[in-house]
């Protein structure tokens, strides 16, 4: 199974603030990788695919890099909706998995 | 909009089988990928397994051997049925579409169903 690490797990920000959460796969997955942002109570949402591609209606400041083992989201400006979990997810190869997951909290 | 829907038991016995179905709405399951996955209270998510319309499946080898699914296309559902659970089985059972847009992902998901196993 390919393990996918997220760091940090948790962070602390600020409405406005820059926020970078890294994905590293224990192989290379080239841009097989997925973002979802979670809210308490809810499911998972999907905000990148294809580690670089908006997802329809996902704000433009949501973004995603890399390609090969280490892989990022950035949020461009903090919005206050944007506090959550999120988790990446590689879909090169069965079983799919999961990052441990980054909650985002306010600062 | 497509829209999806888990259903079933709340409470299952330990040594039982978890039976669940998601009902798809809004769009066709033909020519799609579905998938379940569950996430234990507090912790991240599992994915479990993806079945195709046409009744193909994938599923999690750590799940394997409990796991089977099925599709049903003329009422737009598909099911999960989990056998002999156990407590490590509660979780939050989540259906969603895979699409494969590039990259296989989950576009569109059910709101979940809390499955607890217990005596």
């Known amino acids: 199974d390919i393990q996918m690490t997220q760091s940090p797990s948790s962070l602390s920000a600020s409405v406005g603030d820059r926020v970078t959460i890294t994905c590293r796969a224990s192989q290379s997955i080239t841009s097989y990788l997925n973002w979802y942002q979670q809210k308490p109570g809810k499911a998972p949402k999907l905000l990148i695919y294809?580690?670089?591609r908006l997802e329809s209606g996902v704000p433009s400041r949501f973004s995603g890099s890399g390609s090969g083992t280490d892989l990022t989201l950035t949020i461009s400006s903090l919005q206050p909706e944007d506090f959550a979990t999120y988790y990446c997810q590689q879909s090169y190869s069965t079983p799919w998995t999961f990052g441990q997951g980054t909650k985002v909290e306010i600062k | 909009q497509v829209q999806l829907q888990e259903s079933g038991p709340g409470l299952v016995k330990p040594s039982e089988t978890l039976s669940l179905t998601c009902t798809v709405s809004?769009?066709?399951?033909?020519?799609?990928?579905w998938s379940w996955i569950r996430q234990p209270p507090g912790k991240g998510l599992e994915w479990i397994g993806y079945i195709y319309y046409s009744g193909t499946t994938n599923y999690n080898p750590s799940l394997k051997s409990r796991v089977t699914m099925s599709v049903d296309t003329s009422k737009n559902q598909f099911s999960l049925n989990l056998s002999s659970v156990t407590a490590a089985d509660t979780a939050v059972y989540f259906c969603?579409?895979?699409?494969?847009?590039?990259?296989?992902?989950?576009?569109?998901w059910g709101q979940g169903t809390l499955v607890t196993v217990s005596s």
């Open positions: 969603a579409r895979v699409t494969p847009m590039v990259t296989f992902n989950l576009d569109y």
């Open positions: 809004g769009g066709s399951i033909s020519t799609y990928y």
């Open positions: 294809a580690a670089s």
